[in-house]
């Protein structure tokens, strides 16, 4: 097979290609700790799973779980210092871990990109949007000045901005967050990724525009056949948008599954407590959301057993002495990882052992 397509800048290393018949990319036991004065912190523990070509993967956890380190360490946008990395991210084949920091920037634009939470952030404030964009393109494809300008052009109106050639000569702080975001996806899409991460492109966006941008990145990704791995805090915002859902806990994958099948047979209490947590449309003005009680564990010193178990409605003795396997539903892939699966006969009597026993503690210290 031939190698893939060298950068523009001399000196760059090669990105040997695998053959297509895999998956575009396979995360087999990655692992990413920070080291800290207190010791190894754990965000990504363990994480193991394979997205298609053209399919879209949505990771879904509160803050701290884990998620976005996931896609950074995937992508090797990590620094190296003080990093400990571990496992395979195998990108057609070829393991991005061991990538060389050339052959990652080889990758970055032209084969992978990332959508980020800000576009303030992302964006340079002292250089023009066209700048930006045609910066991106001459990088990465053996073209010309004019006809870098006349492809930026025509990514802006194709991420539907308006009056486009005027918002070429602007810079970021003349456009409103949403217009932004538009910019940070033409140039994620600019050289035609096979993967693009979007990494909660959301967050700083009023409603309505949080629409408009997920929809957008789900026709871009549509018309292009990018795979797409799009992180969020929401269950929701997956719901219609992705294939597959992995739900992350603190760095760790505790129930993935096809996107209906979850909705429909979800097993592990954190999921369900991420379900619960999203506002109804049918509840009445100023009802008070249902949050997840409890805190996210310490990922430098877990907790023995489930790491949820300190907050699971459900939690037994085992619960908190021995920590479950992600295990195999009976459903096609679905796996998740607890002792007593939401909406069985156990989870049923587990919870109804453990709120008499949390009514008959309050009556022993007088709260009833």
């Known amino acids: 097979m031939s190698p893939r397509r060298r950068r523009s800048n ?32 754990r965000a990504v523990d363990g994480v193991t799973f394979s997205l298609e070509r053209g399919r879209t993967l949505g990771i879904v956890g509160e803050s701290g779980s884990g998620k976005s380190v996931l896609s950074r360490s995937i992508m090797g946008l990590l620094p190296r210092n003080n990093i400990v990395r571990s496992g395979q991210a195998l990108f057609e084949g070829s393991d991005l871990v061991l990538a060389s920091d050339e052959q990652l920037r080889s990758l970055w634009g032209s084969q992978m990109a990332m959508v980020f939470q800000d576009p303030m952030t992302s964006l340079n404030p002292v250089m023009k949007i066209g700048n930006q964009i045609t910066e991106v393109l001459r990088q990465h494809l053996d073209i010309t000045k004019d006809y870098s300008k006349e492809l930026a052009l025509a990514l802006l109106q194709s991420v539907g901005i308006p009056e486009a050639e005027r918002r070429l000569t602007e810079y970021p702080h003349q456009m409103s967050g949403g217009m932004r975001q538009r910019v940070v996806i033409a140039i994620a899409i600019a050289c035609g990724p096979k993967l693009l991460f ?54 760790r994958v505790v129930e993935t599954a096809p996107t209906r099948t979850l909705f429909r047979a979800m097993s592990h209490p954190y999921t369900e407590a991420l379900m619960r947590s999203i506002p ?31 907050r699971c409605p459900y939690a037994q003795p085992k619960c908190v002495a021995e920590e479950p396997p992600l295990l195999d539903s009976a459903e096609p892939g679905h796996a998740f990882r607890c002792w007593i699966p939401v909406g069985t006969p156990e989870s049923r009597a587990a919870l109804e052992f453990n709120q008499q026993a949390g009514l008959a503690s309050a009556m022993a210290m007088g709260a009833v």
């Open 280 to 310: 109804k449309l049918s509840a009445p003005s100023h009802s008070r959301l249902t949050a997840i009680g409890g805190r996210p564990p310490d990922i430098i010193n877990p907790p023995a057993g489930c790491q949820f178990s300190p």
């Open 10 to 41: 001399i000196g760059a290393e090669r990105f040997e290609a695998a053959p297509l018949d895999g998956p575009l990319l396979d995360v087999i036991d990655l692992k990413t700790a920070f080291k800290t004065p207190r010791g190894l912190a």
């Open 198 to 251: 979007a990494d909660e492109p959301t967050t700083a966006l009023d409603v309505t525009v949080q629409a408009q941008i997920l929809d957008l990145l789900q026709e871009q990704q549509r018309e292009r056949f990018m795979a797409m791995i799009l992180v969020t805090h929401d269950l929701g915002v997956v719901a219609n948008r992705a294939d597959d859902i992995a739900v992350m806990y603190a760095g």
